[in-house]
C-alpha cells in the first residue's frame, strides 16, 4: 500500500542554517507528492508539490524534487528564518486521496 | 486556490452529544474531505463527499459515527456522534483541485475545527 516516511522531529536550528527534512515514500503508480506547513495556531497550507519523477517544487525558497529512484522528496532550504518555525507535512496523493507523514516540527531560534 | 470556511472554530462538548461541523467553499468543487488531525499526530482521511453520492469513509471510520452531508458543491457538514473524550481532534475538511483524475491535484485545507470532549 501507499505510506509515508518523514524524519522525526523536532528540528532546531540557527536563524540562516541549512534545513533538510527527509521524506520517503511506498506507493504503487506514480503518486504526486506534497510539502504542507502548518504555522502556529493556523490550519494547513500547501507549501510546494511536485508531480512526476525528477520534477522540483519550489516555493518561499524551499524546493523539494521528486526522486523515483530513490523514493524520495526530502524538503531543502539554504537559510532559515525564525518566521520558518512551524510542523512541515510531507503527503502523498494518489487516486484523489493524500497521506501524511508523521509531521516535522522546526523550530528556529534567532 | 479554494478560500474555505469552517464553522465552529472550536467547541466543548460533553460525552454522549454530538456535533455538527460546516465546511463552506468559495468555488464549486467535485470532491472534498473530511480529515481528523489527534492531538500531536499527522492527519488521517475520515471520509471523501461527493455531491449527490453517498459519502466513502476509510478504514476504521463508520457512517454512524460520522455522518457526512454534501447538498451541494459549495458545502459539506460533518457530524461527530455519541462523542467520547477520544474524539478530541482538530477536524478539517478540504477540498480537491486540479485534475480530475487526482494523482496531481492539490488539496486546499480549511482552518480546522478543534473540538474537545469532557
Known amino acids: 500500500g501507499n505510506s509515508v516516511t518523514q524524519m522525526e522531529g523536532p528540528v532546531t536550528l540557527s536563524e540562516e542554517a541549512f534545513l533538510t527534512i527527509n521524506c520517503t515514500y511506498t506507493a504503487t503508480g506514480y503518486p504526486s507528492l506534497f510539502w504542507y506547513v502548518q504555522y502556529p495556531g493556523e490550519g494547513l497550507q500547501l507549501l510546494l508539490k511536485a508531480t512526476k519523477a525528477d520534477d522540483k517544487g519550489s516555493n518561499k525558497g524551499f524546493e523539494a524534487t521528486y526522486r523515483k529512484e530513490t523514493t524520495s522528496f526530502h524538503l531543502e532550504k539554504g537559510s532559515v528564518q525564525v518566521s520558518d518555525s512551524a510542523v512541515y507535512f510531507c503527503?502523498?496523493?494518489?487516486?484523489?486521496?493524500?497521506?501524511f507523514g508523521t509531521g516535522t516540527l522546526l523550530a528556529v531560534q534567532p | 486556490s479554494a478560500v474555505i470556511s469552517q464553522k465552529p472554530s472550536r467547541d466543548i462538548c460533553q460525552r454522549g452529544t454530538s456535533l455538527t461541523i460546516q465546511c463552506q467553499v468559495d468555488?464549486?468543487?467535485?470532491?472534498m474531505f473530511w480529515y481528523r488531525q489527534q492531538p500531536g499526530q499527522s492527519l488521517t482521511l475520515i471520509a471523501t463527499a461527493n455531491q449527490g453520492s453517498e459519502a466513502t469513509y476509510e478504514s476504521g471510520f463508520v457512517i454512524d459515527k460520522f455522518p457526512i452531508s454534501r447538498p451541494n458543491l459549495t458545502f459539506s457538514t460533518l457530524t461527530v456522534s455519541n462523542m467520547s473524550p477520544e474524539d478530541s481532534s482538530i477536524y478539517l475538511c478540504s477540498v480537491l483541485r486540479g485534475a480530475r483524475t487526482g494523482a496531481s491535484g492539490e488539496q486546499y485545507f480549511g482552518p480546522g475545527t478543534r473540538l474537545t470532549v469532557t
Open positions: 468555488s464549486q468543487v467535485t470532491m
Open positions: 503527503a502523498l496523493g494518489a487516486t484523489n486521496k493524500l497521506i
